[in-house]
């Protein structure tokens, strides 16, 4: 009976003994599972960011690069050299039509507008105080995210220069609307839901 007690005694402490280093083996299990869906996680997102910045990168690219075409444009610049709006305007909204931008806008040496596709009646107002359209009058090209409205824009701006004195005349900006387009690209190259907000309001 003493030897029954005993074996007893020993069974239940080995089971209670494996039992613990079950449970010890389960929680370091547990943990190094979460570990590694953190590290997946982690990744995941720095993959996410990596394909968000570059694609963000090339639309910049993109629009510099027409920026700098258009803004040696024969049309445009003797269009702007007669500092007339009208003239302008329809030179404007022709390159506009052959283009894919979403704001195109013009101004004189000074920074007041000639031609603002997107507001064609807000000529004559002075964007100098700008920081992308100031940049590009003192002969920098210029790329910037911009609220208007409460619509996020990417926008590139270049100087505008007589063909022949070199000497500054206007600054072009041409701009593409961050929305639901951009944000369903972004978000079926990154595999992580994009959102843009403006002033706490969801836009894309």
């Known amino acids: 009976m003493h030897r029954l007690r ?16 079950i449970s010890a083996i ?9 570990g590694r ?5 982690a990744l995941d997102l720095i993959t996410a ?14 629009l510099i690069s027409d920026c700098r075409h258009l803004a040696d444009s ?6 702007v050299d007669t500092r007339d709006p009208a003239t302008v305007l329809d030179i404007a909204q ?8 979403d704001l195109f806008t013009v101004t004189d040496g000074r920074g007041m507008v000639l031609a603002r596709m997107n507001a064609p009646g807000l000529r004559g107002q002075d964007l100098s105080s700008y920081e992308y359209i100031g940049k590009a009058l003192h002969g920098d090209e210029v790329t910037a995210t911009v609220d208007q ?6 926008m590139a701006s270049a100087p505008l220069r007589d063909p022949q004195l070199r000497t500054l005349i206007g600054v072009l ?3 593409l609307r961050i929305d639901d387009a951009l944000a369903r690209t972004l978000k079926r190259l990154s595999r992580r839901d994009v959102a843009f907000i403006v002033n706490g309001q969801v836009i894309a």
Do not use: K
């Not at 389960?26 to 979460?34: I, Q, T």
């Open 6 to 21: 005993l074996h007893a005694r020993m069974t239940l402490y080995f089971s209670c003994l494996v039992l613990g280093l």
């Open 26 to 34: 389960l929680v370091v299990l547990d943990r190094m599972a979460e």
């Open 37 to 41: 869906i953190r590290e997946e996680i």
């Open 49 to 62: 960011r990596r394909v968000f910045d570059e694609n963000y990168r090339l639309r910049f690219q993109h």
């Open 74 to 79: 024969p049309r445009l610049l003797a269009a």
């Open 94 to 101: 022709a390159l506009q039509e052959n283009g894919h931008w």
């Open 149 to 154: 409205a409460g619509a996020l824009y990417q």
């Open 173 to 175: 900006s041409i701009g």
